[in-house]
């Protein structure tokens, strides 16, 4: 089964090139939409219109649902080899660059060295706001009081409104209990009265996020930029994703020249919602 996703492309052409757009946990490729159509009408704009965009759902994501296989972030890299053939295949041109945002970041760096193996190499890798190694100890749970509200909610709801309203009185900010509610699907949409659920299996999520906690591929993005690719690690100037001896490493290999490190002026994690002129300029700059 190959991955859900969507292609972008500028002025209606046949790329080239195409770029990968992975989301984080949670989430799904339409998330990243937005953003894709404006970083590919710059592209045109600077005489680049050889690029296309793939948004993609990552394993147990979106319409990425019922796949074989591990709930590991290497399982989630493999899915993307199997897409990129597939996609260079059918509409021709090459990945030529992988760019993922928190979880969808460490997804990013392993698909870069599984494409590399074999023999698919690309030449940029963005890493957007992410740790390439453990995080045991995050500084932001947010993320642990969103599963941990999920978990809690009931089975089915009688409108979208009324999933988001559970969400709000468990505590979840607005604009993040209705960006989950693009994750609902309706139960029997020819019943009465209609029924939503949450579309997600939360245990196969769960350890996806256990694995991403736990992986360390700082070798991996280190090796990629040994082989030449392009590297760049992006952070959201409030963001809490990225600290400690994490933060030391990125540093100490941007000041050696390895790899790029970019900060998103005013953004939080979500830096290409907080800021997305402010990461399309980086990217432009690149």
Do not use: C, Y
Not at 93 to 102: C, D, E, K, Y
Not at 113 to 137: C, H, K, M, S, Y
Not at 142 to 159: G, I, K, M, R, W
């Amino acid at each position: 089964m190959i991955l859900a996703h969507q292609l972008l492309t500028a002025e209606a052409q046949k790329p080239d090139r195409w770029m990968l757009f992975l989301h984080g946990i949670l989430g799904r490729g339409a998330n990243w939409r937005s953003f894709a159509r404006k970083w590919l009408a710059d592209r045109a704009q600077a005489g680049e219109p050889d690029w296309g965009a793939v948004l993609v759902d990552l394993r147990d994501h979106g319409d990425s649902q019922h796949l074989s296989g591990d709930r590991t972030v290497t399982a989630a890299a493999a899915d993307l080899v199997a897409l990129a053939k597939s996609i260079t295949q059918t509409h021709g041109g090459r990945i030529a660059a992988v760019l993922g945002h928190s979880f969808g970041g460490k997804v990013a760096i392993a698909a870069a060295d599984q494409l590399r193996a074999a023999g698919l190499g690309a030449d940029e890798l963005w890493v957007i706001d992410a740790p390439a190694g453990p995080r045991t100890e995050p500084r932001d749970r947010s993320t642990d009081a969103v599963f941990a509200a999920l978990d809690q909610l009931p089975p089915q709801f009688e409108s979208r409104g009324a999933f988001v309203d559970a969400l709000l009185a468990a505590g979840i900010a607005k604009p993040i209990a209705q960006w989950l509610a693009t994750n609902l699907e309706e139960v029997n949409p020819d019943a009465e009265p209609r029924q939503w659920r949450f579309g997600l299996d939360l245990e196969r999520i769960s350890a996806l996020l256990r694995d991403f906690t736990t992986l360390d591929l700082w070798p991996a993005l280190e090796a990629e930029a040994a082989a030449g690719a392009r590297v760049t690690l992006v952070l959201g100037e409030r963001s809490q994703a990225v600290f400690g001896d994490e933060l030391a490493r990125a540093q100490a290999l941007a000041e050696a020249g390895d790899i790029a490190l970019a900060t998103v002026a005013g953004a939080g994690h979500w830096v290409h919602v907080d800021n997305p002129a402010g990461l399309l300029e980086i990217l432009s700059r690149a």
